[in-house]
């Protein structure tokens, strides 16, 4: 069973920096990827940055430029440095963790924790 701990949310201004951690335990192994899927109030939740285990990244257009996926496959964990913040990045965050080549949705959920942008 494998099991994420994310932290790293907060408060900050517009045009400010926050970098998200996600901690992976319980099976991480083969093929797999890291995510990081956000979801603001009343909409649907959408990925921001995938890594696979052999280093490829996405990234949604609006956080391209802005934020930067990595991960630490020693330690099982998965970051996600945010700069460049705006309003609109407002969102619960949630870790990801799937086996394959690509995110898709799938696979296991951490809890989330709420990233808040001011204007």
């Known amino acids: 069973q494998v099991q994420l701990v994310e932290s790293g949310g907060g408060l900050v201004q517009a045009g400010g920096s926050l970098r998200l951690s996600c901690a992976a335990s319980g099976g991480i192994f083969g093929l797999n990827v890291l995510g990081w899927y956000r979801q603001a109030l009343g909409k649907q939740r959408e990925l921001v940055a995938g890594i696979t285990s052999s280093g490829s990244t996405n990234y949604a257009d609006s956080v391209k430029g802005r934020f930067t996926i990595s991960r630490d496959n020693a330690k099982n964990t998965v970051y996600l440095q945010m700069n460049s913040l705006k309003p609109e990045d407002t969102a619960v965050y949630y870790c990801?963790?799937?086996?394959?080549?690509?995110?898709?949705?799938?696979?296991?959920w951490g809890q989330g924790t709420q990233v808040t942008v001011s204007s």
């Open positions: 990801n963790f799937e086996w394959g080549i690509k995110p898709s949705g799938s696979g296991y």
